[in-house]
């Protein structure tokens, strides 16, 4: 008995192997396969899909049809083969929005509607497909909140204007709203200060620091946005370029020699300690080759 | 066996018997063969499916084909430890010793720059780093040193060698004429004149010399490759020395292994004696001992300091999940093997190569340990990752590419040591006392 179980555990062993770093099956919930697309697969629409697909997705699954998808474990596969086709449109939006590495997810990349584009696309390599009666979406009924960024460069201050946009499409400032300024640094952003809530006339203002370095070009970037971290809102950001900040005269980092910057700056003494150690050691040793030469030659019988 | 014994006919004679083709090479040669062609294949499956087919993921990339890399480099140091260190300094006993280490050099040195390929996932993009390559960066050093060890090395097993082939290609009838040219080529018309042997004893000189610091760079830059990172457990300022005195470790019980080896199948217990095997055990001794100093160093300093990121490092290797494998190679494979070498009758050959068995092994996992859990313990928590990318497990095909380098070790040493004395030749009948040859 006791036997038998070891060999069981070895044989799994051994056979789970070759498995090991393959994925898991890739289960959508039930109710994300029901999901179907808000609007009619136009050819129009397949066709602003096929640029989507060919900017994000063509890299790893290939042409359609093909069978040229990239060499990667698990493989992406090809998407207008007959085992992709037969999933619904609804699992396949809940792929394509969540991933599972190695496929990115492509909730923050893709808007809802670009993704179901793709799907859209490649549906039509599937001359068999149907598509299910679409579903409008429903209409939004929160708060929708634009900014508007002003800069005031006597007094040094940022003014953030917020505004509701009304049914009939009239604005109204908004009050009681988190704004949070930003300034665009070499990477991402840097929050500056802490978020204020917008006053009765929907503003509110950012002291802009004298000391902050500006970009090479004297200038800086802001972006300022809501703060609405529960999603309750539909809000547009709003980006601004004003003349303010510290000029900044540092040479850039990859102008001086540094052992971490590219070879053509390197230090100087790194180039030479290793171009004269290679040289020297290489002297010898085509010196020595020179000398196998010279005992061949002398060991001739005259 | 006494001195006067030895004649130039019986030297000759036992020293160059094993050239030829007999049934127990071409078995060994053929085995050797297909084992390879087997894990070449699993490398095929690399080569098309890429790197995912072995277990390295994003946080751990460097699995066990660098932990081979560090070991193949390690082993190669040997051969300038004893032919350049021991020889300089004036040992005589290691002359029947120094063409095992030589090949040992030899083959892993070679082979440690296949091994490094086996962990490109982009492999046909090689010459891109010699095409881009920074003078800062520690990977072209790597390259150069390994590559200029390589040549070195190679010089330094042929040069000494040059008498030998002469020897063979006259006084060893039985080979057929083909192989009777290729030696008479490789001899280069050595006739034992006075301005050749000026001009080879020159020669070995220079590379006596040079080889110690391409030895010496070749496994100090190897460690840089981690030392320059500002990981735990990398992070030290002592791993130059560190990795050199293992390295000397490893090597030293590669060369008793093959000393053994061949003494049994070559029928050389009158030149490998007893003698060389209890020395090779002081030097084995005496190596750990500088190594075991080093892992004091690099274990203690931390471990007292007990900075974040190493608190956590120390502890999966002390009492974690790496304890067992930690313990095992550091009682197995250091402080045991320094014990045992304390006393004369283990530095017999049998009890010696079972020692030397246990230290290789060790030695391999001392690399694993260097190399992986530093990877799976980053100073930024670990997040939103698939399960497999946590923990590091090898796959079967990786192990196997990972074995194709020691198979490819195995068929260059077997080859080499096969074709030429394993024992030099002219050197051994000049130290015995013997009337020399005459080179007609």
Same mark, same amino acid.
């Given at each position: ?31 994300? #396969? ?103 979406? #429903? ?112 040479? +850039? ?23 004269? @150690? ?25 | 066996?006494?001195? #006067? ?6 030297? %000759? ?47 751990? +990339? ?26 300089? &300094? ?27 390929? @086996? ?19 520690? &990977? ?83 460690? *840089? ?31 008793? $292994? ?16 007893? $003698? ?28 007292? #300091? ?20 930690? *313990? ?23 009890? &010696? ?16 340990? &260097? ?56 050197? %051994? ?12």
């Amino acid at each position: 008995m006791r036997k038998r179980n070891l060999f069981i555990v070895l044989t799994g062993l051994t056979l789970s192997f070759p498995f090991m770093g393959m994925s898991q099956t890739w289960d959508v919930p039930a109710d994300q #396969k029901e999901v179907v697309a808000p609007f009619k697969f136009t050819p129009g629409i397949q066709k602003q899909g096929e640029q989507i697909y060919s900017k994000n997705c063509h890299s790893c699954h290939g042409n359609p049809g093909k069978n040229d998808w990239a060499k990667l474990t698990p493989p992406p596969g090809d998407l207008s083969a007959v085992k992709a086709q037969q999933q619904t449109d609804g699992e396949w939006f809940y792929k394509i929005t969540t991933g599972k590495a190695p496929m990115p997810e492509f909730r923050n990349v893709l808007s809802e509607d670009e993704r179901w584009w793709v799907v859209a696309f490649l549906r039509s390599f599937n001359p068999g497909y149907i598509q299910p009666e679409p579903v409008a979406k #429903k209409v939004f009924t929160g708060r929708v909140v634009t900014l508007n960024l002003t800069f005031d460069s006597t007094q040094k201050q940022v003014i953030v204007k917020a505004y509701d946009m009304l049914q009939d499409k009239r604005k109204a400032p908004a009050a009681g709203v988190e704004v949070e300024l930003l300034v665009k640094r070499y990477f991402g952003n840097l929050t500056m200060g802490s978020p204020v809530t917008t006053n009765t006339q929907g503003i509110a203002k950012f002291t802009f620091p004298g000391d902050l370095p500006a970009q090479r070009d004297g200038f800086s970037e802001l972006v300022a946005r809501v703060l609405d971290p529960k999603g309750l809102m539909q809000t547009t950001p709003d980006t601004l370029r004003i003349a303010a900040g510290k000029s900044n005269d540092q040479p +850039s980092l990859l102008e001086t020699r540094a052992w971490w910057s590219v070879r053509s700056k390197a230090p100087v003494w790194i180039i030479l300690t290793y171009t004269l @150690s290679v040289l020297i050691v290489w002297g010898f040793i085509i010196y020595i080759l020179l000398s196998m030469v010279k005992i061949y030659k002398s060991g001739k019988l005259k | 066996m006494a001195e #006067k014994d030895f004649t130039l006919e019986k030297i %000759t004679g036992d020293l160059t018997h094993h050239i030829r083709l007999n049934k127990g090479f071409l078995a060994w040669m053929g085995f050797l063969t297909i084992s390879l062609l087997v894990c070449l294949y699993a490398y095929s499956l690399q080569l098309k499916n890429g790197l995912g087919v072995a277990g390295i993921r994003d946080y751990v +990339s460097w699995g066990m084909y660098l932990s081979n890399f560090v070991f193949f480099v390690a082993s190669s140091l040997i051969g300038m430890l004893i032919s350049a260190f021991l020889g300089l &300094i004036g040992m005589k006993w290691i002359t029947p010793l120094t063409r095992i280490a030589e090949t040992i050099a030899v083959a892993f040195a070679a082979v440690a720059g296949l091994v490094i390929v @086996s962990d490109m996932g982009r492999p046909e993009r090689l010459a891109n780093v010699f095409i881009y390559a920074r003078f800062q960066s520690p &990977i072209l050093w790597d390259v150069t040193v390994i590559t200029t060890y390589f040549v070195l090395s190679l010089l330094l097993l042929f040069l000494p060698m040059i008498a030998d082939l002469a020897i063979i290609q006259r006084k060893v009838t039985t080979l057929p004429a083909w192989l009777r040219t290729v030696y008479k080529v490789l001899s280069l018309n050595y006739r034992d004149t006075p301005e050749q042997n000026r001009i080879i004893h020159r020669s070995i000189r220079i590379l006596l010399i040079l080889i110690i610091p391409a030895a010496l760079s070749i496994h100090t830059v190897t460690s *840089w490759l981690f030392a320059v990172t500002s990981r735990a457990g990398w992070d030290s300022t002592i791993f130059g020395p560190y990795f050199v005195s293992g390295a000397f470790v490893a090597g030293t019980a590669a060369v008793i $292994l093959a000393m053994f080896f061949f003494r049994k199948n070559y029928k050389l217990s009158d030149y490998l004696t007893d $003698l060389h095997f209890n020395n090779m055990g002081k030097v084995l001794a005496t190596v750990s001992l500088v190594y075991l100093y080093f892992n004091l160093n690099e274990f203690l300093v931390p471990g007292y #300091k007990l900075k974040r990121a190493d608190a956590v490092h120390l502890h999966e290797l002390l009492a974690g999940k790496d304890a067992l494998l930690f *313990w095992f190679v550091q009682i197995g494979g250091l402080l045991l093997p320094i014990l045992f070498m304390l006393f004369r009758r283990f530095r017999k050959p049998v009890p &010696i190569t079972i020692i030397a068995v246990a230290v290789l092994i060790a030695a391999w996992f001392k690399r694993y340990l &260097i190399v992986i859990p530093t990877q799976e313990h980053p100073f930024l928590p670990i997040q939103h990752i698939p399960e497999n990318f946590l923990h590091y497990t090898p796959t079967l095909t990786e192990t196997l590419i990972s074995i194709a380098p020691f198979l490819l070790v195995l068929i260059i040493i077997t080859l080499i040591l096969k074709f030429f004395p394993v024992i030099p030749l002219q050197e %051994t009948a000049k130290e015995k006392g013997v009337e020399p040859f005459i080179f007609d």
